[in-house]
């Protein structure tokens, strides 16, 4: 028979703290709550939770869960059904100035910090022109096979950015 004692007790839930799929949860919930500026934090609030993390583990989840860094703090991509109609809008405002390098190389200058959020956010629109980027904080390059696609490029960063 049920012990009566236990009826109105909710069932117990347990957390493996082992796991990435739980600690991953946890960096979520930990970004919503509050900024988050370095990886470094991260690490020692997760460990205050009980999770086993370290700079290693965290940057992989941080990674696989498309965070990315804006500024001088850790920002959760929208969700796809939030998303604003145009994918760049988050990222628009961080785009200072766009040059070209040659034939095929063209150079983005960001704020401070958002170069790798922009370069996600190019590369998750998967123009055909685009060959491959390289991101550090400020500056983005953005290869293009020939002179007619970085015309192309500069067309569509134009129009996306201001720039």
Do not use: C
């Amino acid at each position: 028979m049920h012990n009566p004692r236990n009826f109105m007790q909710a069932p117990r839930v347990s957390i493996d703290v082992h796991h990435p799929v739980s600690r991953r949860a946890a960096i979520l919930r930990i970004l919503r709550e509050s900024p988050v500026h370095k990886q470094a934090e991260l690490v020692k609030v997760l460990k205050k939770q009980g999770f086993d993390a370290t700079q290693s583990s965290v940057s992989r989840d941080l990674r696989e869960l498309g965070v990315a860094k804006a500024g001088d703090r850790y920002i959760i991509p929208a969700q796809e059904d939030m998303a604003p109609a145009n994918p760049f809008a988050a990222v628009a405002r961080f785009v200072l100035e766009m040059r070209t390098a040659g034939p095929s190389l063209t150079v983005l200058r960001t704020m401070t910090g958002s170069a790798q959020s922009v370069t996600v956010a190019i590369d998750k629109a998967a123009w055909p022109e685009v060959v491959g980027t390289i991101s550090g904080d400020d500056t983005i390059f953005i290869a293009t096979e020939d002179v007619r696609d970085q015309r192309k490029l500069a067309d569509r960063l134009r129009a996306v950015f201001n720039v």
